[in-house]
């Protein structure tokens, strides 16, 4: 365990002691829990990195204890190791207002706005917080990262020189100091900060290569290259290291060490944009052709658009002789910079090979009528000592490896946290309808109990197999499968003995789900449309066959069938099973689902806002509403409803989350 992550669980335990002990016994889904207990169980699933369901332990207890701070408190940590800053900002303000005197609350909630870039507020929570603790590094520290954000450059170095006063031997305040200098322009002092930092500790591979910037950016290539060397032997997972080494040594003469450093920033970092353009170049400058194609062919991949990534893979498809693909590269450069008299030379000596006199003739023409007395026929050879921006599009500087616009310093706040069940890759996909089932699925996490009166009478009627609703359907294994064959046989015979209508009604519906269950849509819809012929006030039969009829028709569409007609039937369906069952949320979630599907979004959102009215504890409500909200381009109200979501266990919409406030 490394020190930072034993210094918060360290903070979470003794916040702990301070948390009132007393019991009260609550009713929940029949059960009665101690509300300190769910706490207590709640903060353990937290200590063992498992969140989501955390969450859920703390939810039942701000239900039953809504004025204690300590389960808002908890769920805001638990949230934040989920990426859900903005619920673990708005679980720390809640906590806050039930006790403002915790400072760890402060903390929490500066991180949490650090991490949305609201750095003010991050500043105004660490300068409380420093009130009733001044002796906390951590958030002297982050405030004046803070202040660097802020451009408070002034206030910034005041308030390192306070903590130089407190921790003298503090390298990282050195490093901030350096960086505040070199902001401010003032390259002397930066370097002096920076020595002192690497005195302090030489084992700190961000300051190494913060030092390395400055000697690249002065041209002194040897010194910045060993700098550059000790920060990757501490760090050798870090791409951008490499990727500044090459820059180092290819202005050394170093081709093959340059060429190295970029091979290893490529197995790091696979989509580096520097990485793959500079290595084109190198590849092209050895004369490795084709292998200096795949490298510009996936820069053109990350950007259609960059010129200069063109006219270079364009040179080397003439090299190689594909004159065809050349020209149309040369042909895109040459219609946003008509002017670019190289690029005309090139392309009508292509025109040329092929045969193309007529077109090689009005490329030579332009290029006489302009420059007459310029000779042209040699390719210049890749400038060694020159190097362009990356927002640089002077054609004229397509030989020239690339630098980024600013080399930034990456910022390290005092936080560590890990086990993050975001970062799983998860479709973004709308939640499924619900539908109704033999089956109750649900976990530990996602544990709401979907009720309807209706299916309870009909449960009560039949006293069979009972009916739940859900909208997950559950795995069919093989003993599963001959389960339901075998029933559906043995209720067959019955509906096939029976003379009485309505004695077949309820064998109708039974067997339509277990048609569902095996995934027999059709038969599911011949049993459901019969049952409906019999009872057109079967509010269960038409919410069964809308949902048989819209699993058909997402395979249908997956085979490029139109299925418009089919969907208007699924619209129909719902809307009379509404008419019937005006007060259902499930009816209208599922018709949001629909026009969502079609695209129809304001239709869908109110549908989703009558579902939530109905029952505000519908997780797959909000999930639903949140994509929708960030297809019509608001990522906020979208994001709010997805961390709703995540709260009430369903956990993918973290992932999602990550996603689009990356995005």
């Known amino acids: ?149 802020e451009k408070d450059y002034d206030r910034g170095l005041a308030e390192i020189d306070t903590m130089l006063s407190r921790w003298s031997k503090y390298a990282r305040a050195y490093a901030m100091q350096a960086e505040i200098h070199l902001l401010q322009k003032d390259t002397v002092k930066a370097v002096k900060s920076l020595d002192k930092s690497l005195e302090l500790d030489p084992y700190d591979a961000g300051i190494w290569a913060e030092r390395a910037i400055i000697s690249l950016a002065h041209q002194k290539w040897k ?41 290893t920033a490529l197995d790091l970092d696979p989509n580096n944009f520097l990485g793959h353009y500079n290595r084109g170049l190198l590849r092209a400058q050895v004369g490795d052709d084709n292998r200096g194609i795949e490298d510009f062919d996936f820069v053109l991949r990350l950007e259609p658009n960059n010129l200069m990534a063109l006219f270079n893979r364009a040179l080397l498809l003439e090299q190689t002789g594909n004159l065809r693909d050349a020209i149309r590269d040369y042909s895109k450069v040459i219609d946003e910079f008509p002017n670019f008299w190289f690029g005309l030379e090139h392309r009508a000596s292509c025109y040329r090979r092929l045969g193309n006199t007529r077109q090689a003739e009005l490329d030579e023409f332009k290029i006489l009528k302009a420059q007459m007395d310029k000779r042209y026929g040699k390719q210049p050879r890749l400038s060694k000592k020159q190097m362009r921006r990356r927002s640089d599009t002077d054609p004229d500087k397509y030989n020239q490896l690339v630098v980024a616009d600013e080399q930034e310093v990456e910022h390290e706040y005092k936080s560590d946290y890990r086990g993050r069940v975001q970062n799983r890759r998860v479709e973004i996909a709308y939640q499924p309808m619900f539908a109704l089932s033999f089956y109750n699925v649900y976990t530990d996490v996602h544990s709401y109990i979907a009720y309807d009166k209706e299916v309870e009478v009909f449960n009560g009627q039949t006293k069979s197999h009972p009916l739940f609703i859900g909208s997950t359907m559950p795995n069919v294994d093989e003993s599963m499968m001959k389960r339901h064959f075998a029933y559906i046989d043995s209720v067959s015979r019955v509906i096939a003995e029976s003379k009485d209508d309505q004695s077949v009604k309820p064998l109708l519906m039974l067997r339509a789900v277990a048609y569902t269950t095996i995934q027999n849509f059709d038969s599911a819809i011949d049993d459901l449309s019969t049952l409906l ?30 299925i418009d007609l089919k969907s208007a039937n699924v619209l129909s369906d719902l809307c009379d099973a509404l008419k019937l069952a005006p007060q259902n949320p499930y009816l209208y979630y599922n018709r949001g689902n629909l026009y969502a599907q079609r695209k129809d979004y304001q239709h869908a959102l109110d549908d989703y806002s009558r579902a939530e009215k109905l029952d505000a504890n519908i997780p797959e409500i909000y999930y639903n509403r949140g994509l929708v909200y960030i297809y019509m381009g608001k990522t906020a109200e979208g994001i709010a409803d997805l961390s709703k979501a995540g709260e009430l266990g369903l956990y993918d919409a973290y992932s999602v989350i990550k996603k689009y406030r990356e995005k």
């Open 223 to 263: 010194e910045g290259e060993d700098f550059l060397t000790k920060a990757i032997h501490l760090q050798p997972k870090n791409a951008g290291y490499y990727i500044n080494r090459a820059m180092a040594r290819y202005n050394q003469n170093g081709l093959r060490g340059a060429m190295a450093d970029y091979d």
């Open 533 to 562: 012929q019999i009872d057109s006030t079967m509010t269960l039969a038409y919410w069964q066959r809308a949902v048989c009829q819209t699993r058909i028709n997402e395979f249908n569409a997956s085979q490029g069938t139109n």
């Open 1 to 149: 365990m490394n020190g930072k992550c034993f210094k918060l669980r360290l903070v979470l335990l003794l916040l702990a002691l301070q948390c009132s002990m007393f019991n009260v016994q609550w009713s929940m889904c029949f059960a009665q829990f101690n509300t300190d207990r769910l706490v207590m169980i709640g903060r353990s699933a937290l200590y063992y990195e498992d969140y989501v369901l955390s969450i859920q332990y703390f939810n039942q207890a701000i239900s039953a204890k809504p004025y204690l701070y300590e389960p808002w408190f908890f769920r805001g940590v638990a949230k934040f190791y989920l990426d859900d800053f903005r619920g673990a900002e708005s679980d720390c303000t809640e906590a806050i207002e039930r006790n403002p005197y915790v400072v760890n609350i402060y903390e929490l909630r500066g991180l949490c706005r650090i991490n949305q870039k609201k750095y003010q507020g991050a500043i105004e929570d660490y300068t409380r917080a420093l009130r009733f603790n001044p002796d906390n590094q951590s958030m002297w520290h982050n405030r004046i990262l803070c202040r660097i954000n």
